[in-house]
């Protein structure tokens, strides 16, 4: 009996709402700000009132053209921890236009100069291709504005002459952290997975 008590026990903490972290796949066509002057739509829209009420603020941002995984926190400190550059890994899928090669692979890696900073991706997998377009798995551990699009925008297409360009962008995970939410819907995270996430980013 004591064996089943302690089984139970484990499996209550593991479905324990985090009180400091929330996740939400943000759709395109949404702001990441609490407001917009041009009145476009922006990813609170898609959040219960109190989110905004109660001062959650996203972590990093998406652009408008991109969606996928978006934490949101009401701790600063907890915040500026995770997007601390070297602390998390984010991860991303992406379609490309353009052929993209090995010697592009080579060159994300190592870094390009776009407007006077040093964009690199800690890795790139290629995982498929359609007619001119390349599928693409990034992986990066800072976020400067725009990093994978304009890290990309950088690079030439060997055939055409044309810049490479990031058609669609999505992330999938930040940290040992996976996106498992449907397009524009929320949840808590989990405190087991609070715990995963934020072991060893802070000092």
Not at 47 to 52: K, Q, R, T
């Amino acid at each position: 009996m004591k064996l089943i008590n302690n089984n139970s026990e484990n499996i209550t903490k593991e479905l324990i709402n985090s009180k400091e972290l929330l996740v939400l796949n943000k759709p395109k066509g949404y702001v990441v700000t609490r407001s917009d002057e041009r009145r476009r739509k922006t990813v609170y829209d898609l959040l219960p009132d109190w989110v905004f009420d109660d001062g959650w603020m996203p972590i990093g941002r998406l652009d408008l053209e991109s969606k996928g995984l978006l934490l949101f926190t009401t701790n600063g400190r907890l915040g500026n921890a995770l997007t601390k550059p070297g602390n998390c890994i984010k991860t991303y899928q992406i379609w490309v236009r353009g052929h993209v090669t090995d010697e592009h692979i080579v060159q994300a890696i190592r870094g390009v100069e776009s407007k006077d900073e040093l964009l690199k991706a800690l890795s790139v997998k290629k995982i498929g291709t359609g007619g001119a377009k390349t599928k693409l798995i990034v992986q990066i551990d800072e976020g400067k504005n725009r990093h994978i699009r304009r890290l990309f925008g950088e690079l030439k297409d060997l055939k055409f002459g044309t810049s490479l360009k990031v058609l669609s962008l999505n992330r999938i995970s930040i940290g040992n952290f996976n996106l498992d939410v449907e397009i524009g819907k929320w949840r808590y995270l989990l405190l087991d997975e609070e715990k995963r996430l934020t072991k060893g980013i802070f000092p």
